[in-house]
């Protein structure tokens, strides 16, 4: 069964190909609207310096400490919001305490990276949780709905089904933000042009912090590896030596 997420956004359209029956339109779509990657910069991925161990669970304090790093401005903790919505399966949620010991809590969802909850995000796991989280980039921060798929194999609650009311395969996206410099790559999806929203792919948009390994503008059926049959027309299972893919729909 295909699970996913309603985020912070609204984007839609209408689709071929494919409908997932199995769940509801709310359970699928997903919202992106992060501005950006709060504590990223050109050298230093989310990591110790901002609060996080991967080596810990979120759920720890040594997993993600109170009151430092992202916990510690209104930005970090939306970044965080998105980080647990990615991270961990609905109706799972973490509580933390910012500098001044108000607590927030922040809820699951699309659960890409359910282990590290309690335990260790090794690096399938960030790489998942990565391409979750870039593909939730919106630098206009405009909140658009969008429609994940991601090989079943890795992530069962998600797979390849398909939306009626979202027609247009926007990019792909994957790397590992944990790593220090992180890394960010997407490719054009085959409709990336159409339908195109500000902050997104296709909108021309000089400040995203992801970039095309191949190129500007070149298409992931150029290098990346698509789904097994009969869902090559889905998503893509391999870009670029990575295998954590996550590939968008608007």
Not at 225 to 244: L, M
């Amino acid at each position: 069964m295909k699970l996913a997420a309603v985020w912070l956004a609204s984007l839609a359209a209408c689709a071929t190909g494919t409908v997932d029956e199995s769940a509801t339109e709310e359970e699928i779509a997903s919202d992106n609207g992060l501005p950006a990657i709060n504590g990223l910069n050109t050298q230093n991925g989310l990591n110790t310096q901002n609060g996080l161990n991967t080596q810990n669970g979120l759920n720890t304090q040594n997993g993600l400490k109170d009151g430092v790093g992202l916990m510690s401005s209104a930005d970090g903790r939306t970044t965080l919001s998105y980080l647990v919505k990615c991270a961990l399966p609905a109706n799972h949620s973490i509580t933390k305490k910012d500098q001044n010991g108000a607590s927030y809590t922040f809820k699951g969802l699309l659960g890409v990276a359910p282990a590290w909850e309690t335990g260790v995000c090794n690096d399938m796991c960030q790489q998942w949780l990565s391409a979750c989280l870039v593909a939730h980039i919106n630098t206009a921060g405009i909140h658009v709905p969008l429609w994940l798929v991601a090989d079943p194999q890795w992530e069962p609650q998600i797979g390849w089904g398909r939306s009626g009311t979202y027609p247009n395969q926007e990019g792909s996206f994957y790397g590992n933000v944990f790593q220090s410099p992180p890394k960010m790559y997407y490719c054009n999806g085959r409709n990336y042009n159409t339908g195109v929203v500000p902050g997104r792919i296709g909108s021309g948009n000089l400040n995203a912090p992801y970039t095309n390994p191949a190129g500007y503008n070149a298409y992931c059926d150029s290098f990346c590896t698509p789904a097994d049959h009969p869902n090559e027309q889905s998503g893509y299972k391999a870009c670029g030596g990575y295998n954590a893919i996550v590939t968008v729909w608007r």
